[in-house]
């Protein structure tokens, strides 16, 4: 799974607007609570616990690997989702990027592609122990 991953041009709907912004700056956005701290997937709307109000924060980029599965296009190619859960708690749905031999658990690091059309995105690549960062 090495080949560059090439489904679809991401055009942004405007409710995720700083998802985007963030992704063009590498970084991760995703949601919290601003009243009880608890943190939520990109597209969380409102606090299922405390009702609270969600705002925009950065999440660390790391996380874990749950499920995946490969995407055709009628082109031929192929890409890898997944869903992966965040080092901070919530699940996401993302692409995987160079990862020879997914298996549950496999941690994961954020990274973000920069296309010449369309808006950035982050991919999960495998993340090595040890070894820096
Ligand atoms: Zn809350």
């Not at 969600?54 to 995946?68: D, T």
């Not at 869903?83 to 699940?91: D, F, I, N, R, T």
């Not at 990862?99 to 990274?111: D, I, K, N, Q, T």
């Amino acid at each position: 799974m090495t080949a560059r991953q090439t489904i679809g041009t991401i055009r942004r709907d405007g409710r995720g607007d700083p998802f985007f912004d963030g992704a063009a700056e590498d970084r991760l956005m995703t949601r919290r609570c601003e009243a009880c701290g608890r943190w939520y997937a990109p597209d969380a709307t409102d606090c299922p616990e405390c009702a609270g109000e969600l705002a925009w924060a950065e999440a660390s980029g790391e996380a874990a690997l749950v499920s995946w599965a490969v995407a055709h296009s009628r082109t031929g190619e192929t890409a890898p989702l997944a869903l992966v859960e965040l080092a901070e708690g919530p699940w996401m749905y993302g692409r995987l990027d160079a990862v020879a031999a997914p298996r549950e658990g496999l941690p994961l690091r954020a990274s973000f592609v920069h296309p010449d059309e369309g808006e950035s995105y982050p991919v999960f690549k495998e993340r090595r122990e040890n070894r820096g960062l």
